[in-house]
Structures are given as structure tokens and as C-alpha cells.
């Protein structure tokens, strides 16, 4: 099993629509989770940190699932700017972070 | 927001052939990493730039392929030597910095590599 797992997609979604995508890690110890977002031939920025309780910042929604090993994000009224890939980010610590990315999960937001 | 700038931004090589990519932080950085993201890959830690010390790199990777010099606490160099097709890639410089009381990690805008 990889160590983290993305949907590759691509997601087509209109605008105005939601849409999910989930994230699978393989580690159980894994501590703290992100949500990176990459536009095309440009760096990733985080998007969000995802906490155990789960976490909301505008469209976005983030959750976390330590029993199934799994995080989400939810968008919300999608939007043109939505389009990019997304980077699911695992955070280990043993004596030191190591942070281990997905391939990420590309969304097509189309008018 | 800290700011990371990377030069340079693209190059074309020769095979053979080595290019040097720096980077640059707008404040004091304990640690620094280099990435690569390969054409539909995720991004690869290559290794971690200490200051004072040399660098940390992860498996897979080795010192005389990518050597890293990190001179002060605001600059590092990864060279890319004796290249082959097989390198290019997107090298991305990073740092972890605080934000809103969360350890964040920024990268720079990445320098794109192609090999012929």
C-alpha cells in the first residue's frame, strides 16, 4: 500500500457544485495532516491544515478519519479558480518530521 | 508571508552536463529542503539543507549527484550533476515557517528542468 493515496482524477465538476476528494495514508501513526493546492507550472501552497475534529475555512471543509485512515476536503459552490490539483500531505514524526505527498487529485471547474 | 525565490526558474541542458539551482529566503531558516516533482509524480524529498553541516539526504539520492551547499541561514544551492534525461523534473526549494502559530511549509516557484 502506498504511503499516501490520491484519486489522480481528473474531477469535472460545473461551477456551483461540490465536490469531494479523499486521501488515504498507510502509516497509523501519522500526526498532523494537509491539504495542498498546486496550480498548473506553479508551486504547491497550503491550502489547509486538517485537525482530528475537522475544520471549515469558507467553501472549504477538511475531516479527518484515524479509524479508516483517511481525510477529505469539501468544496463547496465551486469556482472557476477552483481548478488545480490537489496535494494531500502526511505528516510522520520520529525524532523528526517527514512529510510525505500524494500525487494529488487535478479538478476541472468548467462554466 | 515569507518569501522564497528560486533561480533558475527553467533550463534547458546538455546532458553531461551540471546546473546549479539557488535559493533564496527573505528571513533566517534553521532548515531547508530541496524537492523534485517528476512529470505526473508526487513531490520527493531529495535531502534536508543544514546550515553548519552537511546536508541530510533521503534514500535514493546521494551527495555526488546532488551535492547542497547551505553557506548561511538565508541561501542554499542543489546541483544537479552530470545530467541525464532521466533528471528532468520541477526542483523546488523549501522552508517551514510560522504562520499564524502553525509550522507551514512554503516552497519556492521551482525550477523546471529539461535534459537533452
Known amino acids: 500500500r502506498k504511503e499516501v493515496e490520491q484519486d489522480p482524477g481528473p474531477f469535472n465538476v460545473p461551477e456551483g457544485a461540490t465536490v469531494a476528494f479523499n486521501c488515504t495514508y498507510s502509516n497509523s501513526a501519522s500526526q498532523s495532516f494537509f491539504w495542498y493546492r498546486q496550480d498548473c507550472r506553479k508551486e504547491p501552497k497550503l491550502l489547509m491544515s486538517v485537525y482530528s475534529s475537522g475544520n471549515e475555512d469558507g467553501r472549504f471543509t477538511a475531516q479527518l478519519n484515524r479509524a479508516s485512515q483517511y481525510i477529505s476536503l469539501l468544496i463547496r459552490d465551486s469556482k472557476l479558480s477552483d481548478s488545480a490539483t490537489y496535494l494531500c500531505v502526511v505528516n510522520n514524526y520520529s525524532g523528526y518530521s517527514t512529510l510525505t505527498f500524494g500525487k494529488g487529485t487535478m479538478l476541472l471547474v468548467s462554466p | ?116
Open chain 2, 1 to 116: 508571508s515569507a518569501v522564497i525565490s528560486q533561480k533558475p526558474s527553467r533550463d534547458i541542458c546538455q546532458r553531461g552536463t551540471s546546473l546549479t539551482i539557488q535559493c533564496q529566503v527573505d528571513s533566517q531558516v534553521t532548515m531547508m529542503f530541496w524537492y523534485r516533482q517528476q512529470p505526473g509524480q508526487s513531490l520527493t524529498l531529495i535531502a534536508t539543507a543544514n546550515q553548519g553541516s552537511e546536508a541530510t539526504y533521503e534514500s535514493g539520492f546521494v551527495i555526488d549527484k546532488f551535492p547542497i551547499s547551505r553557506p548561511n541561514l538565508t541561501f542554499s544551492t542543489l546541483t544537479v550533476s552530470n545530467m541525464s534525461p532521466e533528471d528532468s523534473s520541477i526542483y523546488l526549494c523549501s522552508a517551514r515557517f510560522t504562520s499564524s502559530g502553525a509550522n507551514v511549509l512554503t516552497f519556492g516557484a521551482g525550477s523546471r528542468l529539461t535534459v537533452l
